[in-house]
């Protein structure tokens, strides 16, 4: 049986973050791989700036917008596998919604969905547009790539940042 919106008070948010991540394609949690976490945070960065609010407030960390308590979260999930299942059943108010906003992203993403790298270009070029004056593509990338000048040694950097440039846009910035 379906568990409603107002039954799941114990691990709610936990429970809300298990089924958008599971309509993300996400099977299951797995925290002790770096990739999978920063892939997470990313994801949900992408999710609430697409305009689908789960209450994770962020700020910038070494490899761009990171949200601790999202982190304290996923790895309750992690723990307690229970709460990704109980959560993938979890009916959302607004679910059609939802999901045909979820639907979108994934879409715009493509294989990237599955690309850190990428998901951390992109996320991190919404942050710095968000909060920046200069928020032409070019000072944005430039601004990236002396925030964080690992990026360059990144395979196809310049690709990954024109498209990651061309769908800000679609995520709010």
């Known amino acids: 049986m379906d568990e409603s919106w107002e039954e799941a008070d114990e691990y709610r948010d936990e429970k809300i973050l298990s089924k958008i ?3 993300l394609g996400i099977e299951s949690i797995d925290m002790d791989s770096f990739d999978n976490r920063l892939k997470y945070q990313k994801l949900i960065y992408l999710v609430q700036n697409s305009g689908l609010s789960l209450g994770y407030g962020y700020n910038w960390y070494v490899r761009g917008p990171y949200s601790p308590p999202l982190t304290q979260d996923l790895f309750e999930i992690d723990k307690n ?4 299942e109980s959560g ?5 108010q607004n679910e059609q919604e ?3 906003r979820i639907e979108t992203i994934k879409d715009l993403l493509g294989k990237n969905i599955e690309n850190s790298e990428f998901l951390e270009v992109l996320a991190s070029l919404i942050y710095l547009k ?9 000072s944005l990338q430039k601004r ?4 964080k000048p690992r990026l360059n040694q990144t395979s196809d950097i310049e690709g990954m940042l024109d ?3 061309k769908m800000l846009p679609s995520f709010g910035a």
Do not use: T, Y
């Open 98 to 100: 939802i999901v045909k």
């Open 88 to 92: 993938k059943r979890l009916d959302l």
């Open 163 to 165: 498209k990651a440039c």
């Open 130 to 138: 968000k909060s920046s004056a200069r928020s032409d593509c070019a």
């Open 144 to 147: 990236l790539l002396a925030l």
């Open 21 to 23: 991540l599971n309509l």
């Open 81 to 84: 596998n229970q709460i990704f």
